[in-house]
């Protein structure tokens, strides 16, 4: 089945299941889908510089590979581990005086907190202060919140362009208002390094973090100012949100199930034997991979692949002649909740991944929470060891139980969240 229809100018597909495997990976592979359609909301926010919204061409290509070797190479990722359990750690401390402090925790913020730090720190080479009476780091996490909520809104300019003069909605305005705020937030940080640059002394932890090289790629004339601001902008940004979010759910699914949650904490227990969870732990722990697993099956970040795509030039998917301009956005929610595929696909049930190894990197559209082919999330490996790791911590340290009932109502912004965020209890295990 093919849906199809005309939303203001943007033509709209919808790839549902009954296209075979075989023309939804083409689709996902195919360079004819390999751009992205652009909101206002992205272009108002520079994302047009950056990857994610870049069009298909040498600009994004020059992206990908710089990050791929600086960014998110398994060396950095495997560099950066000592930080993620560093963070972790100090969530598990926020989670222990928050409960100490009001006999309930809500998980999302302090998630988010140590999330963003995490970004920071793989992208910037420091970490920031969230002290409760504000500062840097929380300047920081409002920048972003309100970046993610403005790509989120649907905006009818997008659609329609008479409608877009006007602005009905204050998109633009908000969106104008945010990027001279972060212009000066991340230019500083950009200044900083060059000084430290000039001086001959190491501007991080690291000799050279990612505003380094692109700092150097400056100097050869490939990237300017505003570039690099855009570019650094997003990672902050897209390695945030996405990570909350899906900790939240697992959260939540742990509080609802307890066997599963008593499951994985004997075999964290049986692995560690006491001692502090770390990265290296992580490949023997299939229990609590497939816990991640199975709730990026049932709650995916982004249900609609994220982000659509946009085809190139005219191209045939399947049976189908899919004309240049199209929007096509492959429903993977509909994918991960079909019966035709997934026994009982309503069921919370991490045991599936025992007996069957789905890979979740792109290989198999059955899962793919991260996208597939040239687009594919370049930070896929930095965002799931992430998870692992902190679900771990946070498994070992606390019995998560339920303070009121859970509700799994999920709300759509740029990704699936959970409507209404997550108060439970955390009470520490002996
Ligand atoms: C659990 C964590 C994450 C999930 C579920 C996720 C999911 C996704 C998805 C679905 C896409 C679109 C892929 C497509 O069109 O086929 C994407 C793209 C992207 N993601 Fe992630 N992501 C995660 C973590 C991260 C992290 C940690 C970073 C960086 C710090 C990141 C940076 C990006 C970028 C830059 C793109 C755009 C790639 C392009 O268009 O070339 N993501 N992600």
Redesign the pocket.
Known sequence: MRKSMFIGRVRQVWLWFTLGFGSKLAL?NSSDFAD?PIKESAYELLFHR?????PYGDY?RS??RI?ATH??SPKRVAGFGVFRETIGLKMVGQVVSTMEQNGVVEVKKILHFGSLN??MM??FGRLYDFGENGGEGCELEELVSEGYELLGIFNWSDHFPVVSWFDLQGVRKRCRKLVSKVNVFVGEIIMQHREKRGSGAASSVYDADFVDVLLDLESENKFSDGDMIAVLW???F???D??T??LEWILARMVLHPDIQAKAQSEIDRVTGGRPVTDSDLDSLPYVQAIVKET?RMH???PL?????LATEDTVVGPHVVPAGTTAIVN?WAITHDERVWSEPNRFNPDRFLTEDVAIM?SDLRL?????????????A???T??HLWLAQMLQKFKWVEAGSVDLSECLKL?LEMKKPLVCRAVCRA
């Open positions: 996902q992205r950056a990857m994610g919204f870049a994004w992206l990908r990050s960014l998110f995490n970004v793989s992208v997003e990672m902050i897209r390695g945030t996405t990570v979010i899906l990026l995916l970040p982004g692949l994220s982000w659509a795509r993977m792109g793919a929470p991260f996208g597939a082919g040239r687009r594919v999330c370049p930070g896929k930095l965002g799931i992430t998870v990704s």
